[in-house]
């Protein structure tokens, strides 16, 4: 836990100097719609929540502000467009400050009240509010915030990804209990989890989304529930982690209920931060491990998967209120040109991958394998460290049983010697043989397919008593005493003290 805490205080807040940014010196390049905003609140009803600044015990309806992005035909008019101070007056609303003035927002929420910051409030984003949606349908991509982060942290990705045809939906990360994380982070992380999950659920009723092309896009803290949403959620196709708390807190997610790595078996991107100077490590005393290892990463084997990091990036750019707001660590932080340059990077990275898994687009499939050099991305910004492919579908007893099911169990020999010409390692255990036998055995009608079952078994398993006992218990049931005989004797010359063998024999005399 104070791993954790130091960690995410050390790449989230400790910043100095002045920012030089702007939305349009970023230079995303939007797509063919214009791009739709709306927010509201709506509520979770299987959960109790408390409001903790109105300091009274009451328990509420866990409330949900939700905030989506969604693709327009409609024409642009920039009257209509959404300002920073507009996005900002939202975070407000989520941080419980409702009434608060809007000269307060700066300093109360983490940014000084700088003349640039200022200027960021008054700059205008790319969507309109409440424009009417496209009649077409479209992927839609859940966004899981950082710790304790507003639903529009990156609203210019989200912006971004609608205007190339996505619908984003987004709501406030929040405690389990309030808004403030109390309890342990496992605690929290499940509230993170179900709150995608009941967002998976809100984007699916909009009649403009294509529900079997759902992913998540996460940052920090967000990465954690994310991966315990997939674990447990089929739903989930594809998912981008923006140098998600996987990375940085993997037994946190082992101590899930949900953890299990069998179910995340989808195409997966992480993009890093650069590496963090040594200075830092000391000064903050964060564990050099924590830069090096990615044991998530490494014990993933069903998802088609890509690591990625960026170099000019420290942990808190690769949202958009980081890139804008956040002050600048010296020992540490890059240009801001060279960290609106990244930020760009990682947006185009997180369309390309969207596009490859969710809309089968093969170029944007070869930007990804490709090297960044190729896609014109020098090698000191980003490097491409490491590919996974997702390993085969194991052949299992299942797969064995299904087709040997197919075939009425007739000629398994010859079946099996086909099925080892495409799984070579493939051998049926000899105690799922012998339950499969005599799960046919005792039902009237599969009694003669259980004898095949066990003759195939005694091939494989020729050494095997109990094999031998049990085919010999299957033609003593169908009434053969003869070949009953003969196989209760060969049990009892691989183990005389058979005594089911001994005892059968003595009644078939």
Request: no cysteine.
């Given at each position: ?91 407000k609303t989520e941080e419980e400050w409702e009434y608060l003035p809007d000269e307060q927002i700066l300093n109360w929420f983490y940014y000084q009240n700088t003349i640039s910051n200022q200027k960021h409030l ?26 304790k982060a507003s639903s529009i942290e990156n609203f210019a990705i989200c912006e971004y990804l609608a205007s190339h045809g996505y619908v984003v939906i987004s709501s406030p990360s929040k405690g389990a209990d ?332």
């Open positions: 836990m104070r791993l954790f805490l130091v960690v995410f205080y050390t790449f989230t807040f400790f910043y100095s100097g002045r920012s030089q940014t702007s939305l349009l010196e970023i230079g995303l390049t939007h797509g063919n719609y214009n791009v739709g905003f709306t927010h509201y609140l709506t509520h979770d009803a299987t959960r109790t929540y408390q409001k903790v600044y109105d300091w009274n015990s009451k328990k509420i309806i866990r409330p949900m502000h939700i905030s989506i992005w969604y693709p327009s035909e409609a024409s642009i008019q920039k009257a209509e467009k959404i300002s920073v101070l507009d996005y900002m007056s939202i975070l008054k700059e205008v984003a790319f969507a309109q509010k409440n424009i009417k949606p496209s009649t077409n349908k479209f992927p839609a991509i859940v966004y899981a915030p950082s710790f309030n808004k403030l994380f109390t309890g342990s982070i496992e605690k929290n992380t499940e509230a993170q989890a179900r709150d995608i999950e009941f967002l998976i659920a809100e984007v699916s009723k909009l009649p403009y989304v294509e529900k079997e092309k759902i992913g998540t896009l996460s940052f920090s803290f967000g990465g954690l529930s994310d991966i315990i949403s997939k674990m447990r959620n089929g739903t989930i196709k594809a998912m981008v982690s923006l140098d998600g708390t996987i990375k940085y807190n993997y037994r946190a997610l082992k101590k899930s209920p949900s953890f299990n790595l069998e179910n995340f078996d989808v195409p997966f991107i992480h993009m890093s931060q650069k590496k963090v100077p040594e200075q830092v490590l000391k000064e903050d005393k964060i564990d050099p491990k924590l830069d090096e290892t990615f044991d998530f990463f490494d014990d993933i084997f069903k998802s088609k998967a890509y690591r990625f990091k960026f170099h000019n990036l420290s942990h808190a750019y690769f949202s958009t209120l980081g890139v804008l707001f956040h002050k600048r660590d010296t020992r540490q932080d890059k240009s801001d040109k060279e960290i609106m340059e990244s930020y760009k990077l990682v947006a185009d990275y997180t369309l390309n991958f969207l596009n490859a898994f969710l809309k089968n687009d093969s170029q944007a499939f070869q930007f990804l394998e490709n090297k960044p050099e190729k896609n014109r991305i020098p090698k000191n910004i980003v490097t491409k460290e490491q590919v996974k492919e997702a390993k085969q579908n194991v052949f299992t007893f299942s797969d064995f049983n299904e087709l040997s099911k197919k075939n009425n169990y007739r000629e398994l020999e010859k079946l099996y010697h086909s099925i080892l010409k495409k799984n070579p390692e493939y051998r049926p255990e000899e105690w799922k043989l012998n339950n499969l036998g005599l799960q046919l055995l005792y039902n009237p009608k599969t009694s003669t397919k259980a004898i095949k079952v066990f003759s195939f078994a005694t091939l494989l398993y020729s050494d095997s008593a109990n094999l031998f006992d049990s085919l010999a218990e299957a033609y003593l049931f169908v009434g053969n005493k003869e070949k009953a005989k003969e196989n209760f004797k060969k049990s009892l010359t691989l183990n005389p003290n058979n005594n089911n063998a001994i005892q059968k024999l003595e009644i078939i005399k």
